[in-house]
């Protein structure tokens, strides 16, 4: 779940916090270290209309164009929060999508991150933050329906990945945890690519949150409902492997192979005629793609509704971290 709108204040604001915290917590996942070697890059603005032209200096993602291939690579890089859904990547997946689709010059987009710790690590420890992007770039964008919703379940993110016009290639390596794995796996990319160092986990029944970005539905219809279900309700990792044996994965290959081979693949993509790769894959995601927003509403309207679950279990954690913490400074005070 994410919280970046201005409806959605007060408890629910730091509920979210909270929550992020607690994901960290079940998720066992540790903080990346050192920065990431990556020139992020520049893109073009379309919206509002009198900036079009102008060009955005990259604060989140790492973007470049292979003009000799066509082919362009996004890398999430903020590694400090092992790449978690914060509003500065939220709102520059927006920009760099736009530019991608809208580039002749790009015929195939890698999706990747930085580094080999995280992919994405779902929502962010320490909340939202604040974004790269000027507010009046921001307001543009969402007038053009791109840009961060009050949805609570990423539905404008969903929508605009599962519209990209153009090839592509999902790289993942390392953790992909709740809305990242989502990311990840939920048909956002056409092609899906792991390493062998790729796990993946839902924690939402911990939380007690529910599924977003369009899982409700693309789980089941990817793996079947009792495996779905089992991932859902249980929240443990899973691995690579475990993911092609599901389908959820086209290949797996180690960290070494993972960039190679999506850009080998990408540029036998990009030799394609790009008008009729955009009708291949308009034909072939529409017998979903048409049922997409009513997917995306219920899942909206049952976040909310499970707010007040939320509530109840961060309450409870927290209990038992502060008996656990004062537990130990008894331990401390008796040596």
Known sequence: MT???????????????????????????KMAEGNSP???GKVRIYFPKELEGTWHELGSICYELD???????AAHNTPENLHALA?????????????????????ALIWTAT????????APLKGPGETPVSSEILEGYKEAGLAPDDSGVLA????????????????????????GANLALMNFGDIVLCSTNARFKYPFAQLGLTPELSSSYILPFLVGFPKAKELIYFGDWFSADDALRLNLVNRVVSPDELMPLAKKLASRLAKNH?????????VMNSYVRKDLDDILEEES????????VSIELLIKMRESMKKKSEGKNKKRSKL
């Not at 003009?67 to 690579?73: K, R």
């Not at 404008?156 to 809305?179: C, E, M, N, Y």
């Open 3 to 29: 919280c970046h709108s201005s409806k959605m204040r007060g408890d629910v604001v730091c509920l979210q916090s909270a929550l992020a915290y607690a994901a960290y917590r079940i998720a066992a996942v």
């Open 38 to 40: 990556c020139s992020n």
């Open 67 to 73: 003009e000799s291939t066509g082919v362009a690579v």
């Open 87 to 107: 509003l500065g990547l939220i709102t520059e997946m927006f920009l760099v999508l736009e530019h991608a689709k809208r580039d002749p010059r790009v015929r």
């Open 115 to 122: 580094g080999t710790r995280s992919f994405c690590s779902g």
């Open 156 to 179: 404008s993110h969903t929508r605009a990945f599962w519209d990209f016009p153009k090839p592509l290639i999902f790289a993942i390596q390392g953790v992909a945890v709740g809305g």
């Open 274 to 282: 790009p008008e009729n790769m955009r009708l291949i894959k308009k």
């Open 301 to 308: 309207k049952v976040m909310k509704d499970s707010l007040s």
